[in-house]
């Protein structure tokens, strides 16, 4: 105001300088200022080429009749001020809401072209930065540009070739060597923390043995079993003997398939095979038929028929734990620093039959004892000889002799601490161990895992500077069931759910090059379309990762993403702690890696399989992966899509509709659960209104906000459970009573009669309990308050709660 006033006055003393008004962009901001020029030239001097000059000239004062209308130039000149200034206001205002608007919408708008550094902070140039503040694109492209500096094939070549099995010298000497691959970083902090597990093993004085069972119960000839080393971690110890059943995955679908058939399971051994489910989840569900112990075996119909690709070799058995959850299964719920401390209790989890893993030679014979009805056309398999029946055959006797050692394992951490939010973590982590050579299991994970440190340790030394902390970790006892992981968690518990924003998953990455999956959390989906859309396809030259997957089905959510398993390491931070994470995997297309968990997961068959694109796709992972990370510990508001949650509810919604028939008849409705979603919904909705109308300059707002939206995955475990009874508390994803999945299994009975449920087995119910209405209602209140828990939370301080219920 003060400066068009000014302007008024000096074009009402006519000064013969003109007055020019120019737009100067201001260097280091986004705003163009309005700055005034007053340039002293001589007279009749043209002005420059960029400027406007503009001139208010009065009556000429030289002639007689210009001195007689001075008076009442100036008297109108000083009527017209105000409107003049009026007028100018106005223009000024509403140039400034419409560029605001302007502003606004194209944020909302550009997606990946939106600041990530704020423009009001200021970083120190590193000896590459070419200006003070750091852009997503300046960010990104530091950071392809260090990672194409590293040696990941090497890295991954040399870890294959280390005995590394936890608890080893190897392993030690290997942990060693990655806390000083750390050191040597410019990282805040490096430490360990060892814990004391119980770990099973094989007996080498008293292997694992299988025999036939003559007609009089007595041992007949052993079967032998190749390998000796090859076994099931945490398998019920003893000795199990019945007639021989096939029942195809070991599915809870394939046992009451089996049953229908008129093969009953109980009481038999059942063979399996690899795939489908997990070991821990084929022996829960033969348990919970009956069974009395389980061989499972490789069968080459579930790995590639193509003669040119390599195959698994039909002596070869593979190795699987078999405790249906996560961590020492000896203190569960409690970490295991000193087991001694807490009561002898074991994980509900562990079974309670025996379980071995053979070859497909081993099974060949055996299926070709079986008699009974030939198997479906869809059980059948490839090994040679006869049909596939289902059995029953001949007896056999199941020796399993491991034993359980108490064993060191030790978690390798690296930080770079946050600069605004050093308390919020975002984590990254690879399992380090290995049963056998481990090059997909374990070594590729490690070497990006090692190589991402490097790189971001690069980028804090060219002006990087994170929001948030970056805590990079190596796992130890990942092969028995992502053990250090969870110790790490169960120790921990009580303050991750505040401070861990997200967890990455490294395992398991690159099993192939054809395919991409993401076993993820709803939360990141959005996180990781976006960045899909910017890393370049390891095999399709020109296409970016995004239209690589949409290439055969446009819907790339329904091509990529999938849920988070009980195997996969990221599964106990979701599941567990309340933490979102996200594991991604390359895969062959159709078959399986068929090398994974044996002692042929070497280096030179990976780099065989993949057909030499094993540096790229590794690549690939680490450039995924890096930009995740960058956007999570960057961004100022933190780019998880917390109204996914509601579209996951109203799925699982649409699966309960169809028995609302059902139920109403017997007096029970299902409304609790809508309500308890739409305000969810509506709780999500608001959230997002206020942050859209938010200033991102505002550091305390933007805090507040991240603390709501990164708490989300931890207000679905359900807090009406106990974490030692029921550790994996939550709805969508974890095991018990409380899940929306068991609810959906209970109400399934209404139409089967209770009569052996598969999903009531895979849900540790005993089958044929049959509907159970207080059971049902409890179920119901679980999930509910759960449900709306989560919908409080998200609404922010209770005045601010609007609940429909």
């Not at 061989?295 to 195959?311: E, M, N």
């Not at 599964?571 to 567990?576: D, N, P, W």
């Not at 062959?588 to 030499?612: I, M």
Request: proline letters at 6%; glycine letters at 10%; aromatic letters at 10%.
């Amino acid at each position: 105001m003060e400066r068009l006033w000014g302007l008024l006055q000096r074009t009402q003393r006519l000064s013969p300088r003109p007055s020019q008004t120019i737009y100067k962009r201001v260097e280091g901001t986004q705003q163009w200022r309005l700055e005034e020029e007053e340039e002293d030239r001589e007279e009749g001097a043209e002005p420059a080429a960029h400027f406007c000059p503009m001139e208010l000239r009065g009556p000429d004062l030289g002639s007689r009749a210009g001195r007689q209308n001075l008076g009442l130039w100036a008297a109108t000149g000083r009527r017209a001020a105000p409107y003049l200034v009026l007028t100018a206001l106005l223009i000024f205002t509403g140039a400034f809401l419409l560029g605001y608007v302007a502003f606004r919408g194209s944020c909302q708008a550009c997606g990946d072209d939106v600041l990530v550094v704020s423009e009001d902070i200021n970083y120190e140039p590193g000896p590459d930065s070419h200006q003070g503040t750091l852009y997503w694109s300046d960010l990104q492209a530091m950071f392809l540009r260090l990672l194409g500096e590293g040696h990941l094939e090497d890295t991954i070549r040399q870890t294959s070739l280390r005995k590394r099995m936890a608890g080893s010298a190897g392993m030690a000497a290997l942990a060693q060597d990655v806390r000083g691959a750390l050191s040597s970083q410019k990282l805040d902090h490096v430490w360990m923390d060892t814990h004391y597990v119980g770990l099973q093993f094989p007996d080498p004085a008293h292997p694992n043995t299988l025999h036939w069972v003559g007609e009089a119960g007595k041992l007949g000839e052993p079967l032998p079993l190749e390998d000796h080393d090859v076994y099931c971690p945490y398998s019920a110890t003893g000795n199990a003997t019945g007639e021989l059943v096939y029942a195809h995955y070991g599915r809870p679908e394939d046992l009451q398939d089996l049953r229908a058939r008129g093969v009953e399971p109980a009481g038999r051994l059942l063979l399996v095979r690899l795939g489908e489910i997990s070991f821990a989840q084929k022996v829960a569900s033969a348990q919970d038929f009956g069974a009395r112990g389980v061989l499972i075996y490789p069968d080459p119909a579930d790995f590639s028929q193509d003669p040119h690709k390599l195959g698994l070799s039909s002596h070869r058995a593979v190795y699987g734990h078999v405790h249906l959850g996560t961590g020492d299964p000896y203190t569960p719920g409690f970490p295991s620093f000193n087991q001694t401390q807490f009561p002898p209790v074991q994980s509900s989890g562990l079974p309670n039959i025996p379980a071995q893993p053979i070859s497909a030679d081993i099974a060949s014979l055996l299926l070709r004892k079986l008699q009974g009805p030939v198997a479906p056309q869809e059980w059948q398999g490839r090994l040679p000889g006869s049909p596939y029946r289902l059995g029953p055959g001949p007896g056999l006797h199941l020796g399993v002799n491991n034993h359980r050692v108490s064993t060191p394992i030790s978690n390798i951490f690296g930080c770079i601490e946050g600069r605004s939010e050093p308390d919020h973590y975002v984590v990254i982590g690879a399992q380090r161990d290995a049963w056998g050579p481990g090059a997909a299991k374990s070594a590729v994970g490690t070497a990006i895992l090692l190589e991402l440190v490097r790189t971001f340790s690069s980028m804090v030394s060219n002006g990087f500077q994170p929001r948030r902390s970056l805590l990079f970790i190596s796992w130890d006892g990942g092969d028995f069931g992502s053990v250090g992981s969870t110790e790490w968690l169960e120790g921990y518990l009580s303050v991750l759910h505040l401070k861990a924003v997200v967890y990455v998953s490294l395992d398991n990455a690159v099993l192939g090059d054809d395919k991409f999956h993401a076993k993820t959390s709803p939360l990141l989906i959005s996180l990781i379309e976006n960045i899909l859309k910017q890393v370049d396809s390891p095999n399709r030259s020109g296409q970016t990762l995004y239209e690589q997957v949409v290439f055969n089905n446009h819907s790339w959510d329904a091509e990529v993403i999938r849920p988070l398993p009980m195997d996969s390491s990221a599964y106990s931070f979701t599941a567990f702690a309340g933490v979102p994470a996200v594991e991604f995997s390359f895969l062959e297309d159709g078959q399986a890696y068929p090398f994974l968990h044996t002692k042929d997961d070497t280096y030179e068959n990976l780099h065989r399989v993949l057909r030499g694109r094993l540096p790229a796709v590794a690549q690939a992972v680490a450039q995924l992966a890096g930009q995740i990370l960058i956007r999570l510990s960057h961004d100022h508001l933190l780019p998880l899509d917390f109204g996914r949650y509601g579209d996951v509810v109203l799925r699982h919604i649409g699966s309960l509709n169809e028995f609302s028939g059902d139920l109403k008849a017997r007096g029970l409705t299902l409304q609790w659960v809508y309500s308890a979603r739409g305000d969810y919904i509506r709780a999500a909705e608001k959230l997002r209104k206020e942050i859209y109308s938010s200033e991102e300059s505002d550091e305390r707002l933007m805090r507040m906000y991240n603390v709501r939206i990164m708490r989300v995955e931890f207000y679905f475990l359900s807090q009406y459970v106990s974490p030692a009874d029921s550790p994996f508390r939550h709805i969508f994803l974890g095991r018990g009573d409380h899940t929306l999945g068991a609810l959906l299994d209970h109400v399934r009975l209404l139409r089967s009669g209770g009569s052996g449920d598969p999903g009531a087995a895979a849900s540790r119910v005993a089958p044929g309990l049959g509907f159970q209405e207080g059971r049902f209602r409890r179920q119901l209140a679980l999930l509910t308050w759960t449900l709306q828990g989560a919908a409080n939370a998200l609404s922010g301080d209770v005045w601010n709660i609007d609940n429909n219920f």
